[in-house]
């Protein structure tokens, strides 16, 4: 049994032939049926340039959701850094956790967001990647401004993302819960963890090392339909494995009939073997092993599937199997 909170990473897939406006439509429905199941928080990710993922900013999608919900937690997951001033964030963070008290949260990344080395660059008016002094500058500025600029009252629950030593250093200098990012490098969870909970220094933000771990979860009736479901994305993966960047995301038919090499099989195998696939008895027993082996807080799931009704179904199978503590 998993008893430690479930909460849901949403990525907002665009399905091959469908209008971009439809999946951000869905975006409202989407969270309802998630607070309805009792997941815990859903957190939105910021990509750019994308054929597979809306470009959907964060904070306005954490403001739609909030708008049609009462309790589930919001926020991002993350919102990157490097592409926004940090005074901006503050005052949207903290705008929306004055509307909506007690239930937003401030994910911060790294990352650029894209593969596209103009759109990351557009997105920094011109400027290059950012170095790890300006990453860790522009974080403590934003916890900064929260405090004592924006200051609108309740204040959004900041998290880092980390998927390497180096995030998970800069979350425990200052005092921030952290999320792993399991879902895209797993090999580092041990490492990340092990960094992160050595290096913590309490804040006003956090007492003791906070952990949630975030995992690639796909469950179905049987095998052979989570492997179906999972599909489109093994497509998307192994073409990133090749160096693309701009992936369509396919259908599940289309996924079936998809040329893998024998290293791509292998690749994605091995992944897969580290996330949480299967029928909801392979599933569960998968998140319980995972929340044994970190020691995570809270387990969030992302279920980047094709069609959004089997998203929910999948949602739905993990929480009905799981018997969370979900509050």
């Not at 957190?43 to 919900?69: D, K, M, N, Q």
């Not at 906070?210 to 599909?231: I, S």
Request: proline content about 7%.
């Amino acid at each position: 049994m998993v008893d430690i909170p479930l909460s849901v990473l949403e990525v907002a897939v665009v399905q091959a032939g469908a209008r971009v406006v439809d999946t951000l439509r869905d975006t409202a429905a989407f969270a309802q049926e998630l607070e309805r199941l009792g997941y815990h928080r859903i957190w939105y990710a910021e990509h750019h340039h994308s054929p597979a993922i809306g470009a959907f900013p964060p904070v306005v999608l954490t403001a739609h959701a909030a708008a049609s919900t009462s309790v589930v937690r919001l926020g991002s997951g993350g919102v990157l850094a490097p592409n926004h001033a940090p005074l901006m964030l503050a005052e949207q963070f903290g705008t929306l956790a004055a509307l909506h008290p007690d239930r937003v949260d401030l994910g911060i990344g790294r990352g650029p967001g894209t593969f596209d080395e103009a759109t990351a660059r557009a997105l920094r008016r011109g400027a290059g990647p950012t170095t790890d002094a300006e990453y860790r500058d522009d974080t403590a500025a934003v916890l900064s401004f929260l405090v004592d600029e924006v200051a609108l009252g309740p204040l959004p629950e900041p998290w880092l993302l980390a998927s390497s030593t180096a995030g998970a250093t800069l979350a425990a200098e200052l005092g921030l819960p952290v999320a792993v990012a399991h879902h895209i490098r797993p090999d580092n969870t041990p490492a990340v963890l092990e960094r992160y909970r050595a290096a913590f220094t309490p804040s006003r933000w956090c007492e003791q090392p906070r952990v949630l771990v975030c995992v690639e979860t796909v469950c179905a009736e049987t095998d052979e339909e989570a492997a179906w479901r999972a599909g489109p994305m093994d497509v998307v993966k192994a073409g990133l494995l090749k160096g693309a960047s701009e992936i369509p995301f396919p259908t599940p038919e289309q996924a079936a009939t998809h040329p893998f090499t024998a290293q791509e099989r292998q690749a994605l195998a091995a992944f897969r073997a580290q996330q949480a696939t299967g029928t909801p008895e392979t599933v569960v027993h998968r998140l319980t092993q995972l929340a044994d082996e970190t020691g995570a807080d809270e387990l969030m799931l992302t279920t980047p599937v094709y069609d959004l009704h089997e998203r929910v179904r999948s949602y739905e199978l993990v929480k009905k199997y799981a018997g969370a503590a979900v509050r």
